[in-house]
């Protein structure tokens, strides 16, 4: 598996879920009822889903493991991103290492959140399913029974 190229597009699928499906995504009248279960929010996520399973197809993902290293890949650096995104953003705004400082600790109840393991899904799940579809159907477990 070639990380290199991994990890590339796993920065371009980063960057094309967070503005361009979130861009989409914003076309969609807001609900009124606050919370997860809106139709922009399940949008987003069906939409992101897509754009990774088409991203992990035109990686090459051949087999299981490798969609599911693709999508474990994928997930940690949108969380890697997220952090350098905040603490740069703090940093430019207040000019002030002492409230980077101070804004740090606020990335572990992020970490804790249902959005989080949304996120992980929709990294994980698509990319290891195209990974299942393409791999060799030999090594199934369905055919060695």
């Known amino acids: 598996m070639n990380y290199q190229k991994a990890i590339l597009i796993t920065f371009l699928g980063n960057y094309l879920t967070n503005t361009v499906v979130a861009a989409l995504i914003a076309l969609i009248p807001a609900s009124a009822t606050p919370g997860m279960l809106t139709p922009q929010y399940i949008s987003f996520v069906v939409l992101s889903a897509l754009v990774v399973a088409g991203l ?3 990686f090459g993902v051949r087999d299981l493991k490798a969609g599911a290293i693709f999508g474990v890949l ?3 650096l949108a969380l890697l991103v997220a952090f350098v995104s905040g603490v740069a953003g703090v940093l ?3 000019g002030s290492l002492s409230q980077v400082l101070q804004v740090i600790p606020n990335f572990g109840p992020f970490l804790l959140s249902w959005s989080t393991l949304v996120l992980f899904g929709y990294w994980v799940i698509p990319s290891t399913l195209i990974g299942w579809l393409k791999g060799p159907s030999a090594s199934s477990p369905v055919a060695s029974m």
């Open 74 to 76: 994928g997930f940690v």
């Open 56 to 58: 992990a197809m035109w």
């Open 92 to 94: 430019t705004q207040t």
